[in-house]
């Protein structure tokens, strides 16, 4: 079992930024990856990143690339997204999750373990 607990979410203005942390606990060395979803109101849950515990492999989605970085520090239990010059449609519940194995890590189905999720809001 692996648990993952978001912080770091709030209320910024647009162009603004916030540093979302997610700690892991359990067996986090059996971990392939991890990643961050978010989930705005009436939408579908979609990914934003996502990390190898290696590193090696880094992904983001393109509404994010350029604005957003993922990392992973402390031992590779706590894994970070800086998010910088902010718009309104990020705006949502942001979810960190982990994978176990190699898979589609763009893909909800690609992760075992998910978070209780931090709310992003972003005002125009």
């Known amino acids: 079992q692996v648990q993952l607990v978001e912080s770091g979410g709030g209320l910024v203005q647009a162009g603004g930024s916030l540093r979302l942390s997610c700690a892991a606990s359990?067996?986090?060395?059996?971990?392939?990856?991890m990643g961050w979803f978010r989930q705005a109101p009436g939408k579908e849950r979609e990914f934003v990143a996502a990390t190898t515990s290696t590193g090696s492999i880094t992904r983001y989605a393109d509404s994010v690339k350029g604005r957003f970085t993922i990392s992973r520090e402390y031992a590779k239990t706590t894994v970070l997204l800086q998010m910088n010059s902010l718009k309104p449609e990020d705006t949502g519940i942001y979810y960190c999750a982990a994978s176990l194995r190699a898979r589609d890590l763009a893909r909800s189905y690609g992760y075992d373990y998910w978070g209780q999720g931090t709310q992003v809001t972003v005002s125009s």
């Open positions: 359990g067996r986090t060395s059996s971990t392939y990856a």
